[in-house]
């Protein structure tokens, strides 16, 4: 697979076709998806939102990554990574590589998550030659602690920030981090 960007045991990283926008708007523009991200996007926001994943890897050489199961193909989510670009984020925080992941209501607690999240920590390691990789969350999206816990990230409570782009419930971001092996 041409677009491939990283492989896993069960699952492919892959950059988005445009093909995938029927699968995406189905299963990944969601309220449950998108519960903590601000809720499920607007047709013109949509629109824009994908076009974006479309572009950015190929563009920027990072993003979020469509994550698609070997077994049949299917679509389960997008997982990904970037500098934290949020303007209230500490300093530390801001400009550093951090992994994000989203799944499809029908594919989680089965790993898919953290085995696609994994290899994308990889990818800030090893492509990116980062240091420390990061995770975000919110209080009250437990199921993102346990996936950022599976990796092997602490918490990083000195890092915690509100973030305006979300609403009051999704505060404070809650900010988890990895050291690269071998340093530190």
């Known amino acids: 697979m041409a677009d491939a960007i990283c492989r896993t045991e069960r699952l492919v990283l892959r950059k988005w076709r ?13 309220h449950a998806v998108r519960k903590h991200l601000g809720g499920k996007l607007p047709p013109d926001r949509e629109r824009e939102t994908f076009a974006r994943l479309l572009e950015t890897w190929d563009r920027e050489g990072q993003g979020f990554l469509a994550i698609e199961r070997v077994s049949d193909g299917a679509l389960l989510g997008s997982c990904g990574t970037g500098p934290v670009m949020a303007e209230t984020a500490p300093d530390e925080l ?8 989203q799944l499809r209501s029908d594919a989680r607690g089965q790993g898919y998550a953290t085995e696609a999240a994994a290899a994308v920590v990889a990818i800030i390691f090893d492509r ?4 420390v990789a990061y995770a975000q969350t919110s209080q009250v999206n437990r199921g993102s602690w346990r996936v950022m816990q599976r990796l092997g990230m602490v918490r990083r409570e000195d890092l915690d920030y ?7 419930q999704e505060n404070p971001t809650m900010v988890w981090s990895m050291q690269r092996p071998g340093r530190g």
């Open 18 to 30: 445009e093909d995938d926008l029927t699968d995406w708007q189905a299963h990944l523009n969601t």
């Open 94 to 101: 801001r400009g550093s590589f951090e992994v994000g992941y």
């Open 128 to 131: 990116f030659d980062q240091p």
């Open 162 to 168: 509100d973030d305006p782009d979300y609403p009051p």
